[in-house]
């Protein structure tokens, strides 16, 4: 159900794509004063100047429009001047510039282009992009010059060699593209034939492009029989596309060997972002470790892109797999069998990939569309549709320099951090949007949904405190915030769902407190819903009693950080004693009705002098003993930082096993209650996997396979990455339960396996472009501030042509 519901996602986000932008333009035309104006920003502008337009130039500008969006990914602005309107100083007065286009840096022109060689799209992109790169990506002749890169990189940089057929291609582009996030990590080569691909043993007529992983960072004691001036170097076997480079490049990062202790049907899956490769495990003796290791290495080396290599110990008690076998597999399919063997040479497993790689490629000259296919298919999705965007029309689109003004004139701003090139803040986007007209069409007022493109403005995303914006820097993405005028910011933690943004927006409308001064303003705040929107939810609410103004400072506290989660309300002075005196309450009190009990049975806690304190109390009156987690709920439950003590229960096909159920929930309340502080540390919820059909794949996950249900494991715990499994097919009894969760607690109880870091993704840190592609390396490409001693922008009546042969260019990490 899940893979289905992802299936109709990618096949609307395919759809949408020719649709969503009909009868618009992303090609901005500036007038002589915006181009000056952007100009004199120091931004970086790939414009051309329309003097007549052709048959040959109109096909031209339908091709820029389509790298507006490109291009602003990587902070080019993209347009046109029409100079038959205006005249921009050199550029409008001579006519052999009629088929050039400009690139603009730092205030001055960069470079200029001859529209035969920037043709498509693709060639616009790749072109733009390798003159930003100029510095980075070097080119070569011949194979001396080869030698002579290797050479210099050898301890320091491996090497990304790529041969295109001809430049401005689809495949120059995906180079392009992957060196600009790549580039600080790796060195980047480009080729187009010649004495090179002889020394590569490729046939300098044949049409398809490639690419080499040149291991010059390796360690030496991991060098391949090659000639010591040489670096190792491994082919990327599928065809070439940003999407596949990428992976690729994924893959040159895993260990060459990795030594295991385990049984080869106890090891892992390989998990993200190798899931997709298959494991090869050869078997070491004691008394031949050494040679089995150089053994295993030189396989490995040959295997490199293909599969992952493990060398098991056999001296291991954990190794049960019959001395018969010397070697064996495991193909990423979704048994996930281990198959064995008994080799008598490396070449039978080289044979064996090797068969199974003529077999795919087989399959993508077949089937095109699944070419360059991404294990994260929404991500691939977002990828392919960057340049269509949503329809923005019903939300304000906030800059730096709209931003204050518009805060201050919305009695609640709603707002949307994001970032093009992130899978989640794409997604996210729809979400928002639907959410923003939701509200339009049920005029709910004085709510201003806006969002900030953090690639574009990331003088406001980053801004300082101290600085003049109500909020912290940015670092994650998407991020959500709500803002009331001379309130400090609320941060959106919950589900990225419309249902879940849309109920916490229409709480947040509501005061928090809601100063309540008769008993009709009470009955009403606990029995009615401030919004006919809120009417669907089920809404919490917390009323604080106290007997005078002064004393409700935490209270009031606590309630602005419960806003948008909860209802809140204060009764104080004389209303206050008749509801305490009729309640049976000592004041001061504060009074929690959890949405999951009737409002006549409320928890009473007592006011605390501290609001710290007082929240935590209240979000523990608010949680259930016994909550059903869901995909919405899931983010408030994590961020308790509790171990996670969840019990599967399987889809009941009849009011037997609707029972069933519902008593093993039952036990399991019984035991958190009745066991208090023991229980504490500890988040005992259940998950319905007939509801909740994504649960089968987490308990897979979990335990390896498909368990019988119920099944109840252990989670998340403060301490580990462990997993434990209650013992499976043993009645799940209260008593019992709690002995199992002594013995892990003592050390006693075997874990059943390690939770993956990647199980729940973390957020993105701010411009740290290797997390956002594929969260492998923090120290990578960031996008950094220009410094200070940049040279200034001189720009007066007209553009100062940049000396190219200076050094005063700027490095790509100053972009």
Known sequence: MMWMCVTVFLLWMRSGRCTDKANTSDLIEYTAADFYEKLHSGKMMFIYFEHQVSPTISLFLVELEKSVEALQDYGVLVGKVNCNKELVYTYCAEEQLLHTAFLFRGGKEFLSFDLD???????????????????????????????????????????????????????????????????????????????????????????????????????????????????????????????????????????????????????????????????????????????????????????????????VHRQSPAVKTLDEYNAAYRLPEKSLEVKYLTLNSLDEVLVLFADQEKDEEEEEEDEEDNEGKLDDEIAAAVFENRGTLSDMDSVTQLTSDNFHSAVAQSGLTVVLFYLKWDAVSMAFLSSFIEVAERLADSEVNKVQMSVVDCSEWTDLCAAQPG?????????????????????????????????????????SRVASPVRLSTLEEVQSFLLEVPHPELAGYQLDRVVGLFEAQTQTAAFTEAAKSLRGDALTGLLTDELAEKWA???????????????????????????????????????????????????????????????????????????????????????????????????????????????????????????????????????????????????????????????????????????????????????????????????????????????????????????????????????????
């Open 581 to 815: 005196a009729d309640h049976t309450v000592d004041l001061p009190a504060v009074l929690v009705f959890p949405s999951w009990r009737t409002h006549t049975h409320p928890f009473t806690l007592p006011a605390s002098s501290s609001a710290e304190e007082l929240l935590t109390h209240i979000n523990t009156a608010l949680l259930h003993p016994m909550p059903e987690l869901t995909v919405e709920n899931l983010p408030s439950f994590l961020l308790l930082g509790k171990a996670l003590l969840l019990l599967f229960v399987g889809e009941e096909e009849d009011k037997i096993g609707r029972r069933q159920n519902q008593a093993l929930v039952k036990e399991m309340r019984t035991l958190v209650e009745s066991e208090g502080e023991t229980m504490e540390r500890y988040l005992a919820c259940w998950i319905h996997l007939g509801r909740t059909p994504a649960g089968m794949s987490v308990l897979g996950s979990y335990v390896g396979s498909m368990p019988p249900l119920p099944a109840l494991v252990l989670t998340h715990l403060p301490s580990g990455d462990q997993i434990y499994q209650y013992p499976p097919n043993t009645p799940i009894v209260a008593s019992s339960v709690l002995h199992w969760l002594q013995r892990v607690e003592d050390g006693t109880e075997s874990p059943t396996g390690l939770l993956d870091e990647d199980s729940w993704p973390p957020a993105f840190e701010f411009y740290d472009f290797l997390k956002i592609m594929d969260m492998q390396e923090p120290d990578s490409a960031q996008q950094q501030t220009p410094k200070e001693e940049e040279e200034e922008v001189n720009v007066k009546e007209h553009v100062v042509v940049e000396d190219m042969t200076g050094d005063n260019r700027h490095a790509h990490s100053e972009l």
């Open 467 to 507: 600085s003049a914006v109500p909020f912290q820097p940015i670092t994650a993405f998407p991020s959500v915030l709500l803002l009331h005028p001379q309130h400090p910011a609320q941060h959106f933690r919950g589900m990225l769902g419309s249902e879940s943004l849309h109920r916490f927006i229409m709480i």
């Open 117 to 311: 060689t920037i043709f498509d799209v693709n060639s616009i992109v790749s072109e733009v992009l390798f003159a930003i790169l100029r510095d980075e990506i070097k080119y070569v002749h011949t194979d001396a010059d080869l030698l002579a890169m290797e050479k210099a990189a050898r301890g320091k940089k491996d090497i990304v060699l790529g041969y295109v057929c001809s430049l401005g291609t689809q495949e120059h582009r995906s180079i392009m593209e992957t060196a600009y996030v790549y580039g600080s990590k790796y060195q980047f080569i480009l080729i187009t034939g010649g004495p090179v691909l002889k020394h590569l043993g490729v046939n300098e007529s044949s049409p398809s492009s490639r690419v080499w992983f040149l291991h010059c960072r390796v360690h030496s004691g991991f060098m391949t029989p090659m000639t010591s001036e040489r670096c190792p170097l491994t082919r990327m076997r599928k065809p070439l596309s940003t999407l596949s480079l990428h992976s690729f490049l994924q893959l040159m990062e895993a260990p060459l060997v990795t030594e295991v202790y385990d049984d080869p049907s106890s090891v892992q899956p390989p998990q993200f972002p190798y899931q997709q490769t298959p494991q090869v495990f050869l078997f070491s003796h004691p008394a031949t470790e050494h040679l089995d290791l150089d053994t295993a290495t030189t396989l490995a080396w040959r295997l490199r892109g293909l599969a992952l290599l493990l060398l």
